[in-house]
């Protein structure tokens, strides 16, 4: 039992790592200077499929798809519109009819930046998106887990081993510490939509000026997983970490 146990927690870290050194861009997605018009992007490995959801020259809510594999950090094809039946008793999902309309493209600049070009029915234009916030999870708890970590002084090290950690986290006051193997880390804990970053500074051997920056963090009921960077002086690190929450 123990064995098998040991097996399941085993994949699951795995899982959670390649999750962690792997972005994912599923979420809302909106530009804060036009409120009341959104992106929806649902990811499954590098397939995207995204939706639209804007208004009509009617004034009218409307929505358009577009849907294609990811291309490092961009994704482009044609912009689809849908019209079939309304929701009632008699639905006919053979009155649904698809058709292409223009064309778009999305690249993300970063884990939290986009950038969405369009032109379609005769209009075109760029705007610039980032990810929805609907709330802030608390992180408060145990975790046990394991990094990889590639460490730059000089030369090079890849490190990768086991990792205990406590987060002592105030949803409300966004105060953040993390305390693991000797170091703490003090930030601030941001969200980003159905992720998160921290930032602040990092007391660890001995070295109490160190910077550390984490972003996409992903965290379930009962799991949590990160990238992240550290700075000191002329060193710094960069890597991964992907946890099982033990309470």
């Known amino acids: 039992m123990l064995k098998r146990l040991a097996l399941v927690i085993s994949l699951l870290l795995g899982l959670l790592m390649g999750r962690a050194e792997a972005t994912v861009y599923q979420d809302f997605w909106w530009n804060p200077s036009m409120s009341g018009m959104g992106w929806n992007f649902s990811q499954q490995n590098t397939t995207v499929v995204m939706a639209w959801f804007h208004y009509g020259d009617d004034g009218k809510a409307s929505f358009l798809t577009l849907s294609g594999e990811l291309q490092s950090n961009k994704l482009k094809g044609n912009l689809y519109r849908s019209t079939g039946t309304p929701p009632q008793a008699n639905y006919n999902p053979a009155n649904v009819n698809t058709t292409p309309v223009g ?56 490190e990768e ?3 205990n950690f406590q987060i002592f986290h105030n949803p409300g006051t966004g105060t953040f510490n993390l305390i693991a193997d000797g170091c703490v ?16 500074p990092m007391s660890c051997d001995g070295k109490t000026n160190e910077l550390f920056e984490a972003e996409e963090i992903n965290q379930t009921s009962f799991s949590l997983s990160m990238r992240f960077r550290t700075v000191y002086g002329a060193c710094s690190s960069s890597g991964a970490i992907s946890a099982i929450k033990l309470n």
């Not at 939290?112 to 998106?129: K, P, Q």
């Not at 880390?185 to 602040?200: E, F, H, M, Q």
């Open 103 to 158: 064309t778009a493209e999305v690249e993300f600049t970063a884990s939290n930046a986009a950038v969405f070009t369009y032109s379609y029915d005769g209009r075109s234009g760029r705007i610039d998106l980032e990810r929805f916030t609907f709330s802030t999870p608390n992180l408060t708890g145990s975790y046990s887990g394991a990094f990889r970590e590639t460490f730059t002084c000089g030369s090079s090290v890849r």
């Open 161 to 163: 081993g086991s990792l």
């Open 185 to 200: 880390v003090k930030g601030a804990y941001i969200s980003t939509g159905g992720t998160g970053r921290i930032v602040g």
